[in-house]
């Protein structure tokens, strides 16, 4: 056993080791947030401490607990998020593949110049647009639904880009073989394109449902009332309820915000690394 | 099943045009088979054909009805690709099935013609199998099937074999053949390889830049190359082209190479004045070990092919290949005389046409 592994060991060059060194002391840096933000939540009416207690002596639920007896509904939010973020998802997914569809495989004039477009549009923040769509969904009576915060986010120029340049490194001889074969367009999106860009769908699916997620400043300007509330809304409410701010129910909050997100991490990881390799390589 | 004439069919992508005025007939039932470098437009040919791409000047007739602007499916036409273009996340069945679902037929008819195709095809046993767990030779199969059940007017086939190994391609040939025997279907199949042109056409067209080179049966394009380009292009090793000039000779043309040398051949009504180029097959040569009659050639190397040796030789000017029945007789760097029969000499005038 101790021989094994020896000769594991040996066959890493210095080089090597310091390169697993580096990844290890960055692996902990960049946990290190993590583990702190469970740890406090775990450690209630403690709040920060001098020098921080990373591993409490005893662990104590109770601010999970506490977080649902706040003012703030934290577990409508949490719907809330859910749905958002799963509306979202299959906007952005069913909008992105038909103009990837159209981009990659449709000859139409202008087609370049569309796409030019909406690359461009990718250059602009959110929150340059958010007053004038603040007027325009206020103007259609949408303003204090729950659309208010779906409808924005589901035309994805990233998806878009994403899905088109996956799409263009397929040949395109499927499309070709479907059209001659009598399909219609239609047809050929549904039983041939979308089934072809599933790998990619994927990774802009965990983008989509994480950028949705996320997102505090469109809640935060468009939120009209409690059933537009968000995770992340609900966070910062309980952040800014009262004079005294409970750290471990904040980050209780914090916690089971972050949990969804990082169990589809976990599982899907390898499809984020592979939808965005595979984007814009054309064999 | 459908004639296919063009008539005078361009084809260009803005300033770059691809095919120039092309006419020509493609016989019903007639297994026609396209050949030509790349770039050749050969593909571009196909693809007017099955309606994947506009055509820009000239008219395309199937039986005598112009189909310029009606759909791929409108012309009923079933094409196979080069890369088979099988849906990867589709059973063989239901890649298959495609077109006939598509066109809405009734399930017990789509399931008899999937299995009768299948059965003509033998991948029976493949059915219910994913394209990627296929050999190349299986996927092909599929894909032809898949064109099989839609009973098309017109076969399409745009290098299908050239995915394939060597001895599967020799197989496939074989089996598109009979299958073409049992279809009697019209079949365009576009290849880069003369062997797949020779072996399987009813009709060759060859095609160089834009343009039908020569178009006629296998026998006809091997042995009266209009062109240098297509004697070149048609035999493999392909003709020896030799740069000369020509007397006439007391009956008799006096082709004259560089070095000197030259070769007496009875005359023909060629224009001596014109001649520009001598093209004879590699198999056409007499060879003799005994001079001094004949064009002197020196042995550069040997290719065994077992039945046959290829000689690579060398004159003072020029390097050409001789093919000559297994013997062992030769040797490396023996000089060698060359003759030939009047009726196995092509010769072409300095534009490349046939004299």
Redesign the interface.
């Known amino acids: 056993m101790t021989e094994t592994f020896f000769n594991a060991m040996a066959r890493y060059s210095w080089r090597d080791w310091l390169a697993i060194v580096f990844l290890i002391l960055l692996a902990v840096f960049v946990a290190f947030p993590f583990v702190w933000m469970v740890s406090i939540s775990l450690q209630p009416g403690k709040g920060l401490t001098l020098p921080p207690v990373y591993i409490p002596d005893e662990l104590s639920f109770q601010a999970y607990r506490d977080l649902f007896q706040t003012q703030v509904p934290f577990l409508r939010a949490y719907w809330n998020s859910i749905f958002i973020a799963a509306m979202t998802t299959i906007g952005a997914l069913i909008s992105s593949a038909l103009a990837a569809f159209a981009f990659s495989r449709l000859e139409f004039r202008g087609r370049s110049v569309f796409f030019a477009l909406i690359l461009m549009s990718l250059m602009i923040p959110l929150s340059f647009v958010m007053i004038p769509l603040f007027f325009q969904f206020a103007a259609i009576g949408l303003l204090s639904s729950v659309w208010a915060l779906i409808l924005p986010m589901v035309i994805s120029p990233l998806g878009v880009y994403m899905l088109r340049q996956f799409m263009i490194s397929q ?1 395109k ?2 499309e ?9 367009y239609w ?1 050929i999106f549904r ?2 394109s979308l ?2 860009m ?1 790998p990619a769908m994927a990774s802009l699916a965990i983008i989509t449902f994480t950028a949705s997620w996320n997102n505090f400043l469109l809640p935060l300007v468009f939120a009209q009332n409690e059933n537009q509330t968000t995770l992340p809304l609900a966070i910062f409410a309980i952040g800014m309820t009262g004079n005294f701010v409970d750290l471990a129910v904040l980050m209780a909050g914090v916690v089971l915000s972050f949990a969804p997100l990082f169990i589809v991490f976990l599982f899907a990881q390898r499809f984020i690394v592979e939808g965005l390799t595979n984007t814009g390589v054309k064999n | 099943m459908a004639k296919i004439e063009l008539v005078k069919l361009s084809k260009s992508y803005g300033a770059v045009e691809v095919l120039r005025d092309i006419s020509l007939v493609i016989e019903d039932g007639e297994f026609a088979v396209i050949v030509g470098p790349s770039g050749s437009g050969k593909s571009t040919m196909l693809r007017l054909f ?3 791409e506009a055509i820009t000047g000239g008219d395309l007739m199937f039986d005598g009805e112009r189909v310029n602007k009606m759909a ?2 409108e012309r009923g ?3 196979v ?3 088979y ?1 099988l ?3 589709m059973s063989v069945y239901e890649n298959i099935a ?2 006939l679902r ?2 809405r037929e009734p399930k017990d008819q789509i399931d008899a013609k999937v299995r009768h195709a299948a059965q003509i095809l033998q991948i029976e046993p493949l059915l219910q199998r994913r394209p990627k767990q296929l050999s190349g030779g299986q996927m092909q199969r599929v894909a032809i099937g ?1 064109a099989i059940v ?1 009973e098309p007017r017109v076969f399409l086939f745009d290098e299908p074999l050239s995915n394939l190994d060597a001895a599967l391609r020799g197989q496939m040939r074989v089996e598109l053949k009979s299958l073409h025997d049992k279809l009697k279907n019209t079949m365009v199949y576009v290849t880069h390889d003369q062997v797949e042109a020779m072996t399987m056409a009813d009709k060759i067209f060859v095609m160089n830049n834009g343009r039908v080179e020569q178009s006629g049966s296998p026998r006809e394009v091997y042995s009266r190359p209009t062109t240098r380009f297509v004697a070149e292009f048609i035999g493999s090793p392909k003709m020896s082209m030799l740069p000369c000039h020509a007397d006439a000779d007391t009956g008799m043309l006096r082709l004259v190479f560089g070095g000197d040398q030259s070769l007496r051949v009875p005359a023909t009504s060629v224009d001596a004045s014109r001649v520009a180029t001598l093209g004879v097959r590699p198999e056409d040569w007499t060879l003799s070990l005994d001079g001094p009659t004949g064009l002197k050639v020196q042995i550069a190397s040997l290719e065994d092919l077992g039945n046959e040796l290829l000689l690579h030789v060398s004159s003072d000017t020029d390097a050409f290949t001789l093919r000559h029945p297994y013997t062992d007789a030769f040797r490396h760097g023996q000089q060698l005389w060359l003759t030939v029969a009047s009726e196995a000499i092509h010769l072409f005038d300095a534009e490349g046409q046939r004299l």
């Open positions: 040949p001889e499927y070709e073989a479907a059209l001659v074969e009598g399909a219609s047809s039983r041939v089934p072809e599933a | 099955s309606g994947l791929p499916v036409v079933a094409m690709f080069q890369n273009a849906y990867p996340h495609f077109g598509e066109r898949r839609r």
